[in-house]
């Protein structure tokens, strides 16, 4: 199953019978936007709403946490999702939350999922079509899940490991040059990692870039794509973006730690300012 699907694939396949699209918007809490308000104003035909902060651990203090795989399995089945179904995901921006979406899904072992490349940004401009209002009622599925323990990395292993980070921030978070977006979360970034900003990974259209310069990016900040690599951000949702670069690049050896900056900037003490 590619991890990318085009607007025009997707345009030639709404309705299948076995295709879901998901529209993954989530914004940061500085934007103060609504993604299930903006929804409702205008979403791709078909389209059912997943929430991110929803479809999370809620025992956790932590933003969006991986919920447990019965919890994660229990939320799909209530949005009619089942295992035998092609899952596509969409953001607004064109490529930002969709990757975290996808990486869920793939993490609880569901093979069967895919990103649209571009998003809601490419749909519209091309003038495709939209619907208006809140999901409709769907008929519940059964779906499954089985974590897949080696995408994902938490605090202590990250601590323990000497695996490279992939810190998807921006500059200025990632050398300290500016305040976290989240209180308590001290600014700079985990000894020995690497600055990609997921924003080199995507084009001016919302899509993902040519794998060519996709390694290109990794490689010009330093990191090796023979070795193990850990992405990580500010709560887990860009990295995705860097794990879905890498798997285009055809990279195995990865995860993504999850509780990225807002657990490790809150919690550790070995943090590095600067370049």
């Known amino acids: 199953m590619s991890n990318l699907v085009s607007t025009q694939w997707l345009a030639d396949h709404l309705g299948d019978a076995n295709l879901v699209i998901l529209d993954a918007s989530w914004h940061l809490p500085t934007a103060k936007r609504?993604?299930?308000?903006?929804?409702?104003t205008g979403h791709i035909p078909g389209a059912r709403f997943f929430d991110l902060d929803k479809t999370s651990d809620r025992n956790t203090t932590l933003p969006h946490m991986l919920p447990k795989a019965e919890d994660f399995a229990a939320a799909m089945s209530a949005l009619g999702i089942g295992n035998d179904m092609h899952v596509v995901a969409y953001d607004s921006y064109g490529l930002f939350s969709a990757a975290r979406c996808w990486w869920m899904f793939k993490v609880f072992g569901h093979t069967k999922v895919s990103v649209l490349d571009g998003g809601l940004k490419k749909w519209n401009a091309e003038n495709r079509s939209l619907e208006i209002g809140e999901t409709a009622s769907v008929t519940p599925a059964t779906f499954t899940a089985t974590l897949n323990a080696g995408m994902v990395r938490n605090l202590k292993q990250v601590a323990a490991t000497g695996d490279q980070i992939a810190d998807a921030r921006s500059g200025t978070r990632f050398r300290?040059?500016?305040?976290?977006?989240?209180?308590?979360?001290?600014?700079?970034?985990?000894?020995g990692a690497h600055n990609v900003h997921y924003s080199g990974m995507i084009t001016e259209q919302g899509t993902l870039k040519q794998p060519s310069a996709l390694r290109e990016k990794f490689t010009a900040n330093g990191v090796d794509l023979a070795k193990p690599i850990i992405t990580s951000c500010g709560s887990g949702v860009t990295a995705a973006i860097l794990t879905l670069a890498l798997e285009e690049l055809g990279v195995k050896d990865h995860a993504l730690y999850d509780g990225s900056w807002a657990e490790w900037g809150a919690s550790s003490e070995k943090i590095v300012t600067g370049p």
């Open 176 to 191: 300290g040059e500016e305040q976290e977006p989240r209180p308590g979360v001290k600014p700079g970034h985990m000894p």
């Open 34 to 40: 609504d993604a299930k308000a903006e929804f409702a």
